[in-house]
């Protein structure tokens, strides 16, 4: 019986999302939490990688089990008191056997935040970075990548990706009321650290180091060693993943 799992966690403490050998990540720590309640092996696939230290507000991961889940709030609220308190679950679906947290995923939609001012209560959450920003010109640059689909110019070396083709559908800027910076950025897939590199590049826009121009010809120099160098873990979030409405819908919301 395969299910999918809503959750969100807090990066800080973790080598990421992805088990690795004698270090803590979110999966292992899902893995072991389950296993124990459902009192089998079990073993969880997330919809991506997310690296040390990144966050992710919304995230699914889906995984099998021999047995239907009789009560799967129950289950949940079991979850959530094994769980450490920088993981929570929000819903358990079940879903057909073909059904790919990862492979089914169309799109998916990550946030990055930049405090232009020192916060105690958000530096674990925020890149606080104290220069002025242009927010007009990284917008004028961001929009730019909607136009492209071949990000080498934002790719880490030796990650292995088979192809460095995505397709953006939305890259934005919003300020908030307390003067503090949010870009979105929406594609069907990312390269492994493409939108801290963006957002590196783009914080270099705003601050006057490179042109809205010069943004584009990084972009297509497809260069790595022409972006800025990439922003710092804390402030991105994994913020949305979309499937083909017949295979699953978002259920857990703020």
């Known amino acids: 019986m395969r299910y999918f799992l809503e959750l969100r966690y807090n990066g800080a403490a ?9 270090m803590p990540s979110v999966q292992q720590t899902l893995e072991q939490a389950l296993s124990t309640l459902l009192r089998e092996q079990i073993e969880v696939t997330g919809a991506g990688r997310t690296d040390t230290g990144v966050n992710a507000s919304y995230y699914v991961a889906h995984f099998d089990c021999r047995e239907p889940v009789s009560d799967t709030v129950q289950l949940i609220y079991k979850l959530n008191f094994l769980l450490p308190g920088d993981i929570a679950a929000g819903s358990l679906t079940p879903v057909d056997d ?11 939609e990550y946030r990055y935040f930049v405090e232009p001012r020192k916060n105690p209560f958000t530096r674990g959450t925020t890149w606080q970075y104290y220069v002025p ?34 397709r953006v559908m939305h890259a934005a800027w919003s300020v908030d009321a307390h003067g503090v910076l949010c870009f979105t950025i929406r594609a069907d897939r990312f390269l492994r650290n493409m939108v801290r590199a963006v957002v590196g590049t783009l914080v270099d826009v705003g601050r006057g180091r490179y042109t809205p121009q010069q943004f584009r010809e990084i972009v297509e120099s497809r260069d790595l060693s022409r972006s800025s160098g990439g922003a710092p873990a804390q402030g991105l979030f994994l913020s949305d993943v979309v499937y083909p409405a017949e295979v699953f819908e978002r259920k857990m919301f703020y």
């Open 133 to 166: 920003l242009d927010v007009g010109r990284m917008n004028e640059a961001a929009a730019a990548l909607r136009e492209y689909d071949d990000f080498t110019s934002f790719a880490k070396l030796n990650s292995n990706n088979k192809t460095n083709i995505c």
């Open 98 to 108: 073909g059904a790919h947290a990862r492979f089914g995923a169309r799109e998916r």
């Open 14 to 22: 973790y080598c990421g999302w992805q088990r690795q050998p004698d």
